[in-house]
């Protein structure tokens, strides 16, 4: 599917900041719509609204961490009271597993799926780290009966799991390599600069020598694929293979595809992040390309909550596998971490441009306290 190919140049005398102030108009009721997810009762936040009033839902891991990724990329997290940290690292502290060290809902199926152990782990030691606090458990790999690293314990062993991955679908594969970065961060220093280097030497091996990408899948499939490549890159001080050819491929996929979802706008800006200084930075017309077409698309997923979905119109009832909500037409975390914690700071950044404050922070954190107080 494709735009017209006006999507392709800029409207006369638009500029890199015509794009932000539209960019920033979208996010006019967000502030206000975060206090509204918070559990009073159990210290998280839900996934979307309509999930608050669901006995089948509760509040969630990766809710409550995208929740605070989104406060803290703001520059909110100085107005976030002691007593809410209080309850959202005790949250966060009550579901890990003090027998295998991941952190796991209660509520769900996530601990069956690989995939989210590792995600799961890595968002919640990062908010832990945010708040001051730690887990207060041994984490994976610090037992040394711990099966869950034996895929990195060997050359071998990983060999053959990064062959099983389902490289049928590039994001899907590279997203599995992307959420071992903590368990690696486990290993023995040699060991762990071992399974870097194979991790990128394979997906290297993978690669489309003309468009960067590895794997199947459609344009914003494999963009999103090398994203997750470039992350994995980026966590360890690598740098990302074929860099000229995956930007010239991801600029390609956003002038030309259409943004079905919510997580192929994140997707491209952050690549397009991490590319930045290895491939001598963006020129300032495609920059301002990148920007507008940005908040041309941003603005397809914001709801009458104020928040964004993951899908136009409609949230994603299972974003990572796990239902979470009812996939009504409203905000949802998956979506809206996505818009403030990642495009919306990336695109300022790109452009050497400081965030302006959004509508409501001032009152952010004493709506925050008063919603953790069940008022």
């Given at each position: ?5 006006s ?8 500029t ?17 719509w975060?206090?509204?997810?918070f ?19 509760e509040a ?7 929740a ?56 919640s ?23 869950t ?6 050359e ?15 994001w ?9 970065t ?12 071992a ?10 091996s ?16 494999v ?7 470039a ?26 595809e ?33 920007v ?8 397809a ?18 974003p ?5 909500g009812?996939?009504?037409?409203e905000?949802?975390w ?18 050497g ?22 008022r």
């Open positions: 599917m494709h735009h017209t190919t999507n392709s140049v800029n409207s006369p005398g638009e890199i900041t015509d794009g932000l102030t539209a960019l920033d108009g979208l996010f006019a009721d967000f502030l206000r975060i206090p509204r997810l559990d009073p009762e159990r210290g998280g936040f839900y996934y979307a609204l309509s999930s608050t009033n669901q006995p089948e839902f969630d891991i990766e809710s409550t961490c995208a605070m990724a989104a406060i803290d990329e703001l520059g909110l997290l100085p107005s976030v009271t002691d007593s809410v940290r209080a309850r959202i690292v005790n949250f966060l502290q009550e579901r890990q597993d003090p027998e295998s060290g991941y952190f796991f809902d209660r509520q769900n199926e996530m601990r069956e799926v690989e995939r989210l152990r590792g995600r799961a782990l890595n968002v030691l990062k908010t832990l780290s945010m708040l001051g606090a730690s887990p207060l458990h041994n984490l994976p790999g610090q037992d040394k009966e711990d099966q690293l034996e895929h990195l314990w060997s071998a062993a990983f060999a053959a799991w990064l062959d099983a991955r389902p490289w049928h679908n590039s899907l594969a590279q997203d599995n390599i992307q959420a071992q903590s368990l690696i961060r486990l290993l023995p220093q040699a060991q762990q600069e399974r870097v280097a194979q991790a990128i030497a394979y997906v290297r993978r690669q489309d020598t003309a468009t960067g990408h590895a794997g199947g899948g459609t344009p914003y499939v963009l999103s694929g090398s994203f997750k490549l992350l994995f890159c980026r966590d360890f001080g690598r740098p990302v293979p074929l860099a000229q050819q995956i930007y010239a491929s991801t600029l390609e996929c956003i002038r030309e259409d943004c079905l979802d919510a997580c192929w706008l994140r997707n491209p800006i952050e690549l397009v992040e991490v590319l930045a200084p290895q491939i001598g930075g963006i020129p300032p017309s495609e920059l301002a390309d990148i507008r077409i940005s908040a041309v698309n941003a603005s997923f914001l709801e009458p909550d104020g928040g964004f979905s993951r899908k136009i119109g409609q949230s994603s009832a299972s990572n596998e796990i239902r979470l009812l996939g009504a037409a905000g949802d998956n979506a809206s971490t996505q818009l403030a914690a990642r495009v919306r700071p990336a695109l300022y950044r790109l452009a441009q400081k965030q302006p404050a959004l509508p409501w922070s001032n009152d952010f954190g004493q709506a925050l306290h008063a919603a953790a107080s069940g």
